[in-house]
T-cell receptor
């Protein structure tokens, strides 16, 4: 089962910041938080990941709370092309290899 | 740099048949994972290969199998196809297998009739 909880859907106005929350209250100390998005009928696209500190790249920013029980993905200036399903994933490190456990994600609709 | 290539993109098979799907990872990447996506179950992990060895396996029946070649290319096979195997099959490529980002292909859309 997915170790994360996300709202099923969110709306955002074009040009405004989109803030997508994620709860991961049972996260372990060595588990990372990853964000992916999936535009209809395409493969998921990697966005960003982090362990404890806040992270920023050309696509987004990731804010992780100090207790690591929740995080927020921020798209600073959402465009219509950002409409997608966003997945927050705790990266499970098995004894051999890793796997991504996807939940239902958040459907983000960016509206003009 | 070329991305992850999955072939074929679309496939129609009959119940009882078997199918082989192919995945070419990003050059230099040694880990390949496979996922199944259906409307009802969402994205589910099938298995992961690293250096030609299966490192992890999801909760799927033995009809689902895979392998990885020395050039890191991977194939997955589904035998005795069932209607419920209709899905988008996605392959993800990673440089390593410890907390490195995975890059997904466009997937193979399998329809079983």
């Amino acid at each position: 089962d997915a170790k994360t909880t996300q709202p099923p859907s969110m709306d955002c106005a074009e040009g405004r910041a989109a803030n997508l929350p994620c709860n991961h209250s049972t996260i372990s100390g060595n588990e990372y938080v990853y964000w992916y998005r999936q535009i209809h009928s395409q493969g998921p696209q990697y966005i960003i990941h982090g362990l404890k500190n806040n992270e920023t790249n050309e696509m987004a920013s990731l804010i992780i709370t100090e207790d690591r029980k929740s995080s927020t993905l921020i798209l600073p200036h959402a465009t219509l092309r950002d409409t997608a399903v966003y997945y927050c994933i705790v990266r499970v490190a098995e004894e051999y290899g890793n796997k991504l456990v996807f939940g239902a994600g958040t459907i983000l609709r960016v509206k003009s | 740099k070329a991305g992850v290539t999955q072939t074929p993109r679309y496939l129609i098979k009959t119940r009882g048949q078997q199918v082989t799907l192919s995945c070419s990872p990003i050059s230099g990447h040694r880990s390949v994972s496979w996922y199944q996506q259906t409307p009802g179950q969402g994205l589910q992990f099938l298995f992961e290969y690293f250096s030609e060895t299966q490192r992890n396996k999801g909760n799927f029946p033995g009809r689902f199998s895979g392998r990885q070649f020395s050039n890191s290319r991977s194939e997955m096979n589904v035998s005795t196809l069932e209607l419920g195997d209709s899905a988008l099959y996605l392959c993800a490529s990673s440089q390593g297998w410890e907390n490195t980002e995975a890059f997904f292909g466009q997937g193979t859309r399998l329809t079983v009739v």
